[in-house]
């Protein structure tokens, strides 16, 4: 930690305290007394023995402190009900220590446990999942379905060192759906980082906090700094949070946020400024992956019910490796999926053409393999669920296929079985017609637009039902026949009115090729008085005025078009 830091640190906790004690109608402070130590046999309580830790210490409003190394610490509050949280350093289980403390109380004692964890070999991993929206008569996705997705998204060696749900853990923040949620974990050995977000805040927080405990906090693993933000604060609040939070932390230090909602520009630039690396949110029901520059944003889909972007349900693996940030993500499934997607079925495949299997079973990683005549086919890793080999040289004909899926450790193997047909190597594998591309892109090819202008080649636009051009298109209503007489009629009169104007537009259009002295000419010409155009707008006035004498009279005068043709037709 930079002596910078150190002194600007120190002088916000000053500036906190005298706000509370001498702010013009601020409340009554009070000063407090605790140490935060590390609770060897579990029972929350400072026995003989114990020692104390050096950590920061904080008011969920503000005020930030050290305690000494002897774990010793004095905190000035406001005398109102609230919590206190300590710092988890590296080595401790992560997740928030926090005490509540009443209000009007001066003999509060602020001891905070912290709980040794175990030494962990090679880099850091954590899970991070995202909405479960968990509802007290929700079905499918209930308790049972939790638990289940926890234990597969947890399932890695060694094992996570925490495991994450980036808010809307509740649907409506009800007390029953937060002991939902604890009947859902009670097995799980992984530390469990809660954060808060709007669904779980439709009381302001109340029953969130007294369950859970702060909304902000933050904690140490191995040399990683992670900030939990409380996303419902206003901006003005959030950044002064991460102000006060950051600036106890060394500025080498990765930093990972994590958060409910994806955050404005403002707050993104505040986080940058401030060193920090990756930020985790949910919120959107999407998956995201968005590069605001020095910081990276991951917006997960659900973790029970998939995303709006039609992404399954799902998770992320994060493995950070002193600067190396990996991510992987997974599928939550129901089952084990294990099938064999190419070769096509009723397609042979001539040998060393791919193979490709498909395969999820929870986070960690498979090894896969398709067995074909007593011959066993490592298939590599492809990305997504994509496992790809080579078709083996076997004798043309029909082979069954056993496809295994191993994963490492404590699960038996899955085990799939199919059948391929293996073409001669000297003879051209036959086409597959896959059918209509209902989907954007305009054909198979997703050549999009391309597709419409190459249909001498087969292509066919987005939304073109096919046939000549100009033929009618499906499905729209047979018009009747007096409304076919009239288009007849309308076209007939279109003909003859291109014929009439075929010589002078020509004309006009051969001098619009001259530039703006043939636009000019064009103008004038059309303008000219006496000429043809003229001539046809005083036949049109004489014959308008011989079908209203034949009986049309005014009426017909006023009427349209049409009206004026049925009047004139009168005898």
Request: charged share 25%; glycine share 12%.
């Amino acid at each position: 930690m930079t002596p910078g830091r150190t002194l600007r640190g120190l002088l916000v906790a000053v500036a906190i305290a005298v706000g509370i004690v001498g702010g013009a109608g601020a409340a009554a402070a009070r000063t407090l007394t605790g140490t935060v130590f590390a609770d060897a046999d579990g029972d929350g309580v400072l026995d003989a023995g114990e020692r104390g830790v050096a950590t920061v210490v904080a008011w969920e409003g503000g005020g930030f402190v050290r305690s000494d190394d002897r774990g010793a610490v004095t905190l000035t509050i406001p005398d109102d009900a609230g919590l206190v949280w300590a710092r988890v350093p590296a080595g401790y289980r992560p997740g928030p220590a926090w005490r509540a403390v009443p209000a009007g109380a001066d003999d509060v004692e602020l001891d905070l446990p912290l709980t040794p964890a175990p030494r962990a070999a090679g880099p850091l991993t954590f899970v991070v999942a995202a909405d479960t929206h968990l509802h007290a008569d929700q079905r499918p996705y209930g308790v049972d379905e939790l638990r289940a997705a926890i234990v597969d998204a947890t399932a890695l060696a060694p094992t996570p060192r925490f495991f994450t749900i980036l808010g809307d853990v509740s649907h409506a923040n009800a007390p029953e759906e937060l002991a939902q949620v604890d009947a859902a974990m009670a097995d799980l050995d992984v530390p469990w980082v809660p954060v808060a977000g709007n669904h779980d805040w439709y009381d302001g927080g109340e029953a969130w906090r007294a369950h859970f405990g702060p909304a902000g906090y933050s904690f140490d693993v191995d040399d990683v700094h992670v900030v939990v933000i409380d996303t419902n604060l206003p901006e003005d609040d959030l950044i002064a949070f991460l102000d006060h939070d950051l600036a106890y932390v060394d500025p080498g230090a990765t930093i990972v946020a994590l958060g409910h909602a994806p955050q404005s520009a403002r707050v993104i630039a505040s986080m940058e400024a401030r060193g920090v690396d990756l930020y985790l949110a949910g919120h959107w029901h999407a998956s995201r992956v968005v590069d605001h520059g020095a910081l990276v944003e991951l917006d997960t889909e659900p973790f029970l019910m998939g995303g709006m972007d039609g992404t399954p349900a799902g998770y992320r693996v994060i493995t950070i490796a002193g600067a190396t940030i990996e991510v992987d993500h997974h599928a939550v499934v129901r089952a084990p999926q294990l099938a064999l997607v190419a070769p096509l079925p009723g397609r042979c495949a001539r040998p060393g053409e791919p193979l490709v299997v498909a395969a999820e079973v929870d986070a960690r990683p498979l090894t896969v393999t398709a067995r074909i005549a007593d011959r066993a086919l490592p298939l590599r890793a492809a990305g997504g669920w994509d496992h790809v080999g080579a078709v083996p040289a076997v004798a043309p004909g029909t082979w069954a296929v056993r496809l295994e899926a191993r994963a490492r450790r404590r699960r038996a193997p899955v085990v799939r079985d199919a059948v391929i047909d293996v073409c001669d190597a000297t003879t051209a594998a036959p086409a597959v017609t896959i059918g209509s591309w209902p989907q954007l892109g305009g054909g198979a090819a997703r050549r999009g637009a391309q597709a419409g202008r190459d249909r001498a080649a087969g292509g066919r636009a987005l939304g073109d039902p096919g046939g000549r051009p100009g033929q009618r298109r499906r499905g729209r209503r047979r018009p009747r026949a007096g409304h076919r007489r009239r288009s007849r009629a309308r076209r007939r009169r279109r003909r003859g009115r291109a014929r009439r104007r075929r010589r002078p537009r020509a004309l006009a259009l051969d001098l619009a090729g001259a530039g703006a002295r043939g636009g000019r000419l064009r103008r004038r010409a059309r303008r000219r008085p006496g000429g043809r155009g003229a001539e046809r707008r005083h036949r049109g006035r004489a014959g308008r005025r011989r079908r209203a004498r034949r009986g049309g009279g005014a009426r017909c005068r006023r009427a349209s078009i049409r009206r004026w043709r049925r009047c004139g037709r009168r005898r």
